[in-house]
């Protein structure tokens, strides 16, 4: 029961995932059909880019499947970091495709064989950059709204690839003025994917790695704690840890040193139940002040 309702919101996620799985796969059949048809490098590799987010959107919800699983004796913070590890592989997956659509640009320029574009694929390419434009829109709302960032970098995906599509369209049009603009346009292609890969990892590493608290969280638990006692202050040494939605969070807050133990036990209790309604489990350390000590206070 209590892992159901772990799940409970991760469903709008799951439902973009499906949702890019099908509209990519029959993006794919249709770029790559057409691209094999006018013998467009371009075209594949832009299919080929299409298929990879109907890939990792499949890695996406196992990720995030996992990631919902809730704590257990071997992993006593939970499994949230596992969708950080789904990005890096999304990512890395990401400079790979990169990497081979630069190799074959790069064949399709040095070769100089001249290819003809058709209306068909003009038309597959303006439905997807219409597609995948609104896909990417539905995404990042959908990430912002379950604060999981992978599901911002499958966003990231689609805008990239409405983006590489706009390209081949704008490409089509100076076909007459710049020979062998399908293998340039392949080289442009490659370098928006990489871009994005490199956004994907950078952001994914970050929170495995360790950062610094932001200052808006911060702000925050500040405005919190100040609900609690008007006696706390000092508020410092503030260390984090993300597991998914779930943050683990230790600072130090400054309480007279004439109240007794107890008394501050019961303080940082009330801090720490007030901040698990936000999804941080707090580790609160208290030191002493005398009431002749100037002290700034942080609220």
Known sequence: MQFEKERDFIKLPYIEGWLSIGLNTFLFISKYAIGLRINSISLQADAWHTLSDSLTSIILIFGIYLSAKPA????????????????????????????????????????KKEITFTFASILIQAICAVTKQSLAFFAFWAGKKSKINAIIADAWHHQSDAITSALFIIGVSLSKYIPFVDGYLGVLISFAILMTAMDV????ASPLIGEKVPEELIAKVTKEVSKVDSRITGLHHFHMHRYGNHIELTFHIRLPKEISLEEAHEITKKIENALIKE????TIHVEPYSGGEELQKTF
């Open 201 to 204: 990892i950078k952001s994914s």
């Open 279 to 282: 999804k941080i489990e707090a």
């Open 72 to 111: 257990d004796e071997e992993h006593p913070f939970g499994h949230g970091r596992i969708e950080k590890i789904t990005s890096l592989v999304i990512g890395i997956m990401l400079i790979l495709v990169a990497i081979n659509f630069l190799k074959e640009s790069i064949v399709r320029i040095t070769s």
